[in-house]
């Protein structure tokens, strides 16, 4: 039988071998097992349920979110010769009953339907009907509650395939499923955990970068001029975001598309046939961008702002470098965007419980910001696939700055949170230890807290930076509150026990050395009031014996 796919492939889709992964799950298929696969973006899961959808006879089911993009799928298909149709709200009455009578009659081998259609009893009918052999469930993390992108309508999806006639084979497929939701996913439509190909979410043509205290307009200029030929995507959190910038970058001369929610779908439409075509190489987007388009040499994918959880972010990314050649995956972050998404988060759902897993998230990806480890190794780690190896590409790869022993500063930090009874979150607890004139932390820390200002020489600014580089590396933990309170973790225990060293890169572009303590201290108090007023780049100045710890290490 797997012969007869490999020619479908070639007939149909003009591919002579399959992907990895690909095969594995044809293969599971056609032998009759329900199977979930979890491939990244662009890996080819259409082929893994188009393909056996043409082997097996009469008509196979793909349940699909994406109403926008079902036209374009099924004309896609009709073109390459293969029947297919689709069942939505977008359809009249008179149009979905010839459809049904077409399906009854043969004509078509591939349905797509939007999960919402599943729930009338006449649908039922209709399924047992065209006895469907074959149920392909695209998007299937929707189907969990713990995944990012839960719709309910999936989460009846098992109890409809119970209540079919004959017991259909079923495929699941996402790009974006951390362990839980895949067991999640598993258990709903009952498949056996071990039937699940997962191919490796590593895409070794693309490189991570974060960037970290810059002007976000001025890098993206001069990331524009110098990659003009370059087709690109830029991710903004809101629809004002991609206009303001819309209209930035098309003042400045650039050629650029727009997408988002609140424009007409006209000329949504319009705007990504100009960029598909490449007549416009840049496209200014919402996450509303992206599910599903086929655009293969996109060479770069910049994020405006934070994103509000990993797994959007990794699927938005990893629309670069479909084609396979190197590509720039970069994040523009800011702290202050924290504020923003944990606002959006309170915006968007009353559910307490949903809540607290959105600000989970944030703060993966918030920790994905700060870690001074292989970023792609970070992404590899919270979608459950364990390496140790590191990719070489990323920012944090390249970053050539030094290590230095910043035990003691972390000890300061920690044990200043025990002294404040672990109750309080990041900026109070810089605040206590850079000796914050505020009266409220004066007042708190005079009777209670003995740290007060034993950082005193750095920013509170720095402080907080430093906290947070703690947290991404689990030296903290924080409780998923709207207001994050911080909690010394076991590891941050080992440090204060003095049975663990935390190193850091250096945070600076340039340094100074000095020998003599009191110039140092007075050195550093001037840094920080430097550092407090705009503009003044950052450097850090070295006492004898920080210098004597660098010198060891290399
Ligand atoms: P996904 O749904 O996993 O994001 P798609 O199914 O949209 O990915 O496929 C992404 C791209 O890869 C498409 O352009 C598709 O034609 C191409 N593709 C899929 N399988 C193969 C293959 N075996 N050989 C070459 N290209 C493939
Ligand atoms: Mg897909
Ligand atoms: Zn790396």
Not at 87 to 114: C, F, H, P, W
Not at 155 to 162: F, T, V, Y
Not at 298 to 310: C, E, G, S, T
Request: glycine letters at 6%.
């Amino acid at each position: 039988m797997f012969e007869k796919a490999l020619s479908v492939l070639k007939e149909y889709f003009g591919y002579d071998t399959f992907r990895l992964g690909q095969e594995e799950m044809i293969r599971q298929i056609l032998q009759g097992d329900n199977v979930a696969c979890i491939m990244p973006t662009g890996g080819g899961k259409s082929i893994c349920y188009q393909v056996p959808a043409m082997i097996f006879p009469g008509v196979t089911l793909v349940v699909s979110p994406l109403i926008s993009l079902m036209k374009d799928q099924v004309d896609s298909l009709t073109e390459a010769g293969i029947p297919a149709t689709f069942l939505n709200s977008t359809l009249d009455s008179y149009e979905s009953s010839q459809r049904m009578g077409d399906l009854k009659r043969g004509k078509y081998k591939i349905l797509y339907v939007a999960p919402e259609r599943l729930d009338g009893e006449f649908f039922i009918d209709l399924l047992n009907d065209l006895e469907i052999q074959f149920i392909a469930i695209d998007e299937a993390h929707c189907i969990s509650q713990w995944g990012h992108d839960f719709r309910p309508s999936y989460s009846r999806l098992g109890q409809l395939i119970r209540r079919l006639e004959k017991r259909p084979i079923v495929a699941a497929l996402t790009a974006t499923a951390t362990p839980v939701v895949k067991e999640d996913i598993c258990a709903q439509l009952e498949i056996p955990v071990e039937n699940t190909v997962i191919t490796g979410f590593e895409r070794d043509n693309l490189s991570f970068s974060v960037v970290k205290g810059e002007d976000r307009h001025r890098y993206i200029e001069g990331f524009l001029k110098n990659n003009k030929e370059e087709s690109g995507i830029i991710y903004a959190a809101t629809r004002q975001d991609v206009e303001r910038l819309y209209d930035r970058l098309t003042n400045k001369g650039f050629l650029v598309a727009k997408y988002h929610g609140g424009m007409s779908d006209k000329a949504r439409e319009e705007q990504q046939q100009k960029f598909i075509n490449d007549d416009y190489q840049l496209m200014i987007a919402t996450t509303a961008f992206g599910m599903g388009i086929d655009k293969s040499n996109i060479r770069f994918v910049i994020h405006y702002q934070l994103p509000k959880n990993m797994e959007g972010y990794y699927q938005e990314a990893g629309r670069a470098g479909r084609d396979g050649l190197p590509s720039e995956c970069i994040l523009l972050y800011s702290a202050q965007d924290i504020r923003i998404q944990r606002f959006l988060i309170d915006q968007t759902t009353h559910d307490f419980a949903k809540q607290e897993q959105d600000l989970a998230k944030l703060q993966a990806m918030i920790n994905f910001c700060h870690t001074e480890d292989c970023l792609q190794k970070y992404i590899l780690h919270y979608f459950g696939e364990q390496t140790e190896q590191k990719c070489g590409r990323c920012s944090n790869c390249k970053d050539e700055r030094h290590v230095v022993d910043v035990t003691v500063d972390a000890q300061k930090v920690l044990s200043c949170m025990m002294r404040m009874g672990e109750r309080f979150g990041k900026t109070m607890v810089a605040q206590v230890l850079t000796g914050s004139k505020n009266k409220k932390i004066i007042d708190f820390s005079l009777d209670k807290v003995k740290t007060y200002g034993i950082m005193k020489e750095q920013s509170a600014k720095d402080v907080s930076d430093f906290i947070e580089f703690l947290i991404s590396e689990n030296y903290i933990a924080v409780s998923s509150g709207s207001m994050p309170i911080l909690k010394v973790a076991p590891t941050g225990k080992e440090v204060l026990l003095q049975r663990k060293q935390v190193l850091r890169k250096e945070q600076a572009i340039a340094k100074v050395i000095v020998e003599d303590n009191d110039l140092f201290q007075r050195l550093r108090m001037m840094r920080k009031s430097l550092a407090d007023s705009e503009g003044v780049p950052p450097f850090v100045i070295f006492s004898d014996q920080t210098l004597k710890l660098i010198s060891s290490q290399k």
